[in-house]
């Protein structure tokens, strides 16, 4: 099992920044793999950014140049630096781990962004 706890959600303006933290209770050395997602109202959930082994990184085509997702395996916990801030990136975010090749879910935190 894994558990998956988020914090630094809340009201942003656009242009802002906002930097979202997730607790990890395994080492994420021992995770397949590792990111946050997003969800925004009437939307599916859709990938934001995920972090590999090696540093190996990939971005949602919209968040890319203005989000950095980074990992700390010291503290196992996964961070998402959100910079330059637009209203479309309004949604809950969520914490994401495959172990053994299961899905973890954290239970997400609010981003709304004011205009």
């Known amino acids: 099992q894994v558990q998956l706890v988020e914090s630094g959600g809340g009201l942003a303006q656009a242009g802002g920044s906002l930097r979202l933290s997730c607790g990890v209770s395994r080492s994420t050395f021992s995770l397949n793999a590792l990111g946050w997602y997003r969800q925004a109202p009437g939307h599916k959930r859709e990938l934001a950014a995920i972090v590999g082994g090696g540093g190996f990184t990939k971005y949602e085509d919209s968040v890319k140049d203005r989000f950095t997702i980074s990992r700390d395996s010291a503290e196992n916990t996964v961070d998402l630096q959100m910079n330059s801030l637009k209203p479309e990136d309004t949604a809950v975010y969520y914490c994401?781990?495959?172990?053994?090749?299961?899905?973890?879910w954290g239970q997400g935190t609010q981003v709304p962004v004011s205009s």
């Open positions: 994401h781990a495959v172990y053994n090749y299961r899905n973890f």
